[in-house]
């Protein structure tokens, strides 16, 4: 086997999955799993089709074509609002867009013509975490500009928090969105079939009776591929934790002195990694790096193990106080979080191992 290597447990996600379908199923939430953090591994993408979930979304229209090429037929919504330059992919292999711009709106209802189909659109509003959407007080217009083009369909609205600015959705701004919803519905004139919360930290929200009524859509990656909820900082109870485990390789063991030594460049502060002078650590040097993991998102299962740092190439760490058990040749186990998963799965340099 070739290392680093990354432990997939596809069973558990599967696990994840259908619990979680299950779960929404209850209250009449329609889940659309994210796979954004699959990187195209149509392996991995087989939970999901085993679990019978018929809705799935992805950034990248490359991975749903992959999806799509290997029998998915469910729904597949294109979660990153469009490029003008991927228009005609988009119409072709999705059935759901989320949008924000009249420009692509108008582009993808043009192509949708052409192609003789239809298109749904979910207008994606910002409700304070300043990533995509448009303003609640430009809504209408877009919303009844949409009504009037050909082949396209405004199904409804949604919102997305806690990736940019890190606001957590809560009551508060998820009553704002039913209320932006009512008023653009008295606007149309007509109701609206969906309304699209995301993600995984919006699950939560679902213990609240008025709001997981309103609620018809519920957009989640990170409960299902590793049961954790990272903005609220909790595990998800009921759901296996952590089904990705990296591994790496020892390529040098040596006690070093914890201070670097000469002139630090950036006007003396070096690149941020100086820590208090610990004296002669143990130190290890394992082969993995920028290219394919955050080191930041990495957990050692071994006790006494401390990720100091990372290169493009190298990924540094304290093994003083477990320094007895390790040699050169040796490999690390990490679990890791969400954007650790997604860098190494993205890696061609790391090495899937499936566990079905
Ligand atoms: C990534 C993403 C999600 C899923 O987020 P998780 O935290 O992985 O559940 C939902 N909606 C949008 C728009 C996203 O970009």
Same mark, same amino acid.
């Given at each position: 086997?070739?290392?680093?290597?990354?432990? &997939?447990?596809?069973?558990?996600?599967?696990?994840?999955?259908?619990?979680?379908?299950?779960?929404?199923?209850?209250?009449?939430?329609?889940?659309?799993?994210?796979?954004?953090?699959?990187?195209?591994?149509?392996?991995?993408?087989?939970?999901?089709?085993?679990?019978?979930?018929?809705?799935? $979304?992805? %950034?990248?229209?490359?991975?749903?074509?992959?999806?799509?090429?290997?029998?998915?037929?469910?729904?597949?919504?294109?979660?990153?609002?469009?490029?003008?330059?991927?228009?005609?992919?988009?119409?072709?292999?999705?059935?759901?867009?989320?949008?924000?711009?009249?420009?692509?709106?108008?582009?993808? %209802?043009?192509?949708?013509?052409?192609?003789?189909?239809?298109?749904?659109?979910?207008?994606?509003?910002?409700?304070?975490? @300043? #990533?995509?959407?448009?303003?609640?007080?430009?809504?209408?217009?877009?919303?009844?500009?949409?009504?009037?083009?050909?082949?396209?369909?405004? /199904?409804?609205?949604?919102?997305?928090?806690?990736?940019?600015?890190?606001?957590?959705?809560?009551?508060?701004?998820?009553? /704002?969105?039913?209320?932006?919803?009512?008023?653009?519905?008295?606007?149309?004139? @007509?109701?609206?079939?969906?309304?699209?919360?995301?993600?995984?930290?919006?699950? #939560?929200?679902?213990?609240?009776?008025?709001?997981?009524?309103?609620? %018809?859509?519920?957009?989640?990656?990170?409960?299902?591929?590793?049961?954790?909820?990272?903005?609220?900082?909790?595990? &998800?109870?009921?759901?296996?934790?952590?089904?990705?485990?990296?591994?790496?390789?020892?390529?040098?063991?040596?006690?070093?002195?914890?201070?670097?030594?000469?002139?630090?460049?950036?006007?003396?502060?070096? @690149?941020?990694?100086?820590?208090?002078? /610990?004296?002669?650590?143990? @130190? $290890? &040097?394992?082969?993995?790096?920028?290219?394919?993991?955050?080191?930041?998102?990495?957990?050692?299962?071994?006790?006494?193990?401390?990720?100091?740092?990372?290169?493009?190439?190298?990924?540094?760490?304290?093994?003083?106080?477990?320094?007895?058990?390790?040699?050169?040749?040796?490999?690390?186990?990490?679990? &890791?979080?969400? %954007?650790?998963?997604?860098?190494?799965?993205?890696?061609?340099?790391?090495?899937?191992?499936?566990?079905?």
């Amino acid at each position: 086997m070739n290392y680093p290597q990354l432990d &997939i447990y596809v069973n558990k996600i599967e696990e994840n999955a259908a619990k979680l379908k299950e779960k929404l199923e209850a209250k009449n939430i329609k889940l659309t799993a994210v796979v954004k953090g699959l990187a195209g591994d149509t392996n991995v993408f087989k939970a999901y089709q085993q679990a019978g979930v018929g809705s799935i $979304a992805d %950034s990248r229209i490359e991975n749903i074509i992959k999806f799509r090429e290997v029998g998915y037929q469910g729904e597949a919504l294109m979660l990153r609002i469009p490029m003008a330059s991927e228009v005609e992919e988009i119409v072709r292999y999705t059935d759901v867009s989320l949008v924000t711009e009249l420009k692509i709106a108008e582009l993808i %209802s043009k192509e949708a013509q052409r192609v003789d189909k239809k298109i749904d659109l979910i207008v994606m509003v910002d409700i304070g975490d @300043r #990533r995509e959407g448009i303003l609640a007080a430009d809504l209408a217009d877009l919303a009844l500009k949409i009504e009037e083009m050909p082949n396209v369909i405004m /199904k409804g609205i949604g919102t997305n928090l806690g990736c940019f600015a890190g606001i957590i959705p809560d009551e508060n701004n998820t009553k /704002k969105l039913i209320n932006i919803k009512k008023e653009l519905e008295t606007k149309l004139g @007509r109701s609206l079939e969906i309304l699209s919360a995301g993600n995984t930290a919006a699950l #939560r929200l679902l213990e609240n009776d008025y709001l997981a009524a309103e609620i %018809s859509n519920l957009r989640v990656g990170e409960a299902v591929l590793l049961g954790t909820d990272i903005i609220n900082e909790s595990l &998800i109870e009921g759901f296996n934790h952590y089904n990705f485990h990296l591994k790496a390789e020892i390529i040098e063991l040596k006690e070093k002195p914890s201070n670097p030594e000469g002139e630090m460049a950036f006007g003396g502060q070096g @690149r941020g990694q100086i820590i208090a002078d /610990k004296g002669l650590r143990q @130190r $290890a &040097i394992l082969a993995v790096g920028k290219q394919d993991i955050d080191y930041h998102g990495l957990y050692p299962e071994l006790e006494g193990v401390e990720v100091l740092g990372c290169s493009s190439d190298h990924l540094i760490t304290d093994v003083t106080e477990a320094a007895g058990k390790l040699e050169v040749g040796d490999i690390l186990n990490f679990k &890791i979080n969400y %954007s650790a998963m997604l860098r190494a799965m993205t890696s061609q340099y790391v090495t899937k191992n499936y566990i079905e």
